[in-house]
């Protein structure tokens, strides 16, 4: 009995927290987008088949991806995960198309209607969508399609993103010889008696540990005693958000935010990202909407999936919190840069939450006021390939929430740094436009970058010395 109990896997704290932020216009929904130009596949193209196959085959490097949740009767309990014995392929991949002309407008549309919609959390949780149609792209080529894998963040940790790709993908545009996957049995689920038997049983060795049905009334008792009047100043971001989702993306080059971390003092490109990304909602929220708040700098919640930052919060490995200042206070876009690196050290790192880890920024007294979550998500270092296509693109769209109504996925791929806001239609009815403000506000801190480098080098060709005219160079025999 005890080695059938210990066998069961259940719901960790990071989960449980994700799985009770749902609600029924908001869901911790993440989708994965990738990109793909099949030119360099053989033959030029990749059949739908030839993708299920390859999911069939590297399915086993995913065991999460056979799971379901199975609930504990009454609530009483965290969920499980257990294995799905009428686990369905073909259920969880569909293959879709673009309408004509199959541009960008329409696939931001289409992939924010499928990131929107709620995932049978009774089968496991993850869609996967081939998207073909892709014929009117920027720097893509006609025929190109996308991967859309939407799941839920209480089965997927963001900082395992980057290895799902990997598990997927190949490092080579030959694909891998395809090799029988191992064979796969269900295990039989535990009983509803089991399940009730496993909570007793917690509860006797752990009786300080807070019940389930007690840490599901946390969240509730929160919003009833703080809301969102503490946030400080309050934007439409901080309002009651919608069930429709709408997503943009824009991408810059690495060496062009490494220029423009390079014009302040200790700048990063994580800080060069932050400061364009305060740049953005400056001018959305002022020359838009007139809505920008007539003093106090907005702030971010930014996500790290692990290393130095969480070292710092005692958690080395673990995702880790931090508040950054935006700086949509300051005009100059390099002295906003500035404003971003000096406030760094203003606030603490906050470790992963285990009740509000999907959502940190639920707004109690002495918690400090943001605006938007911007997450630094791990993408391959190295070229990816899917059936000999290469991966041109990557990025996610993100869950967002009441009174965190924005979030701004980053990712870093060969040699590109793409941004991809995410919101609601009623918080931003004009996602291009607010991209458009994403562009200018990284246009404007790169100029200035320039600038300053120019007039650097002019200040240093002043202050050399010259030869005087009409004197003779004279050399040693």
């Known amino acids: 009995m005890k080695h059938e109990l210990d066998a069961l896997q259940q719901l960790d704290d990071r989960a449980a927290g994700h799985l009770l932020a749902d609600s029924t216009h908001a869901n911790a929904n993440v989708s ?21 196959v390859q999911l069939q085959n590297r399915l086993h490097l995913w065991p999460m991806f056979r799971k379901r949740l199975q609930r504990v009767p009454l609530g009483l309990d965290r969920p499980y995960w257990v294995d799905d014995d009428m686990f369905d392929l073909e259920y969880h991949v569909r293959h879709i198309a673009l309408p004509k002309p199959g541009d960008w407008r329409q696939f931001c549309i289409q992939a924010s209607r499928l990131h929107a919609r709620a995932l049978d959390m009774d089968r496991p949780p993850w869609e996967l969508y081939v998207i073909e149609g892709l014929d009117s792209f920027l720097d893509l080529p006609e025929g190109s399609f996308a991967l859309l894998l939407k799941t839920h963040l209480a089965a997927l940790d963001l900082s395992a993103l980057a290895s799902l790709t990997e598990a997927l993908c190949d490092r080579q545009a030959e694909p891998s010889p395809l090799t029988p996957p191992p064979s796969w049995f269900a295990d039989s689920a535990p009983s509803p008696l089991t399940l009730l038997q496993r909570s007793m049983w917690r509860s006797a060795l752990s009786p300080w540990q807070m019940p389930w049905a007690v840490e599901r009334m946390v969240p509730m008792a929160k919003a009833l005693t703080a ?9 439409r971001f901080n309002s009651v958000v919608s069930p429709h989702r709408v997503f943009e993306t824009r991408r810059f080059t690495v060496e062009e935010f490494e220029a423009i971390a390079a014009s302040v003092h200790g700048a990063t490109i994580e800080d060069a990202v932050i400061a364009v990304c305060g740049g953005a909602l400056r001018q959305y929220l002022e020359q838009d909407l007139e809505e920008l708040p007539a003093s106090g700098s907005l702030n971010a919640m930014v996500w790290h ?11 080395t490995g673990k995702p880790t919190w931090r508040p950054r200042v935006l700086g949509t206070d300051v005009a100059d876009p390099l002295d906003r840069l500035a404003t971003v690196v000096g406030s760094q050290a203003q606030y603490p790192v906050v470790a992963q939450q285990a009740v509000r880890p999907a959502f940190p920024a639920g707004q109690v007294k002495g918690e400090v006021s943001a605006h938007c979550i911007i997450r630094f998500i791990p993408a391959p270092a190295q070229t990816q390939y899917l059936c000999g296509a290469h991966m041109a693109y990557t990025s996610a769209i993100l869950p967002i929430r009441d009174g965190t109504g924005l979030s701004f996925a980053v990712t870093q791929y060969e040699g590109r740094v793409v941004i991809s806001p995410t919101s609601c239609r009623e918080i931003i009815p004009d996602p291009e436009r607010f991209a458009q403000c994403l562009r200018d506000s990284f246009q404007a801190s790169l100029a200035q970058a320039h600038n300053q480098v120019k007039k650097a080098a002019l200040a240093v060709s002043r202050a050399t010395p010259k030869p005087k005219a009409g004197a003779v160079k004279t050399t040693k025999p």
């Open 32 to 52: 994965l987008i990738q990109i793909h130009d099949q030119r360099s596949a053989p033959g030029g193209v990749v059949r739908f088949k030839s993708i299920l």
């Open 227 to 235: 809301g969102f009047s503490e946030v400080h100043p309050m934007t």
């Open 305 to 315: 999936a692990g290393a130095a930052d969480a070292a710092q919060a005692g958690e």
